[in-house]
């Protein structure tokens, strides 16, 4: 899955989905996060992150400086036990900031 990071409010990133929804996550689980980039969140790869537990809404991450609630929206459909990767794609990024750019000198010709 991928997202958008939005903006910055307290300790959360708001991210915007591919779908325009917004939803609130613990910043800490994006580290090196920035407004703008495009965040991938996937299920099931080797990561720094595991899943240890689950409700109707959220999935509890553990990480090493403790549980974060993240939306079940936004787990890629990981379940407790399950390795999650939330990390910054730097390629994605820059492809989208192309684009902006692009269509920002056609804005302004």
Same mark, same amino acid.
């Given at each position: ?11 959360? #990133? ?21 407004? !703008? ?6 299920? !099931? ?6 899943? #240890? ?57």
């Amino acid at each position: 899955m991928k997202v958008i990071i939005d903006r910055f409010e307290g300790n959360f #990133a708001v991210v915007e989905l591919e779908n325009g929804r917004f939803f609130r996550i613990p910043d800490v689980l994006i580290s090196n996060g920035r407004e !703008g980039d495009v965040v991938l969140i996937t299920a !099931g790869k080797t990561s720094q992150f595991r899943v #240890a537990s689950s409700d109707d809404e959220f999935v509890y991450i553990l990480t090493p400086d403790g549980k974060y609630s993240m939306p079940k929206a936004l787990s890629d459909g990981a379940k407790p036990g399950d390795s999650i990767c939330i990390e910054v794609d730097s390629v994605f990024t820059e492809l989208r900031q192309d684009k902006i750019h692009g269509l920002m000198g056609l804005l302004f010709k």
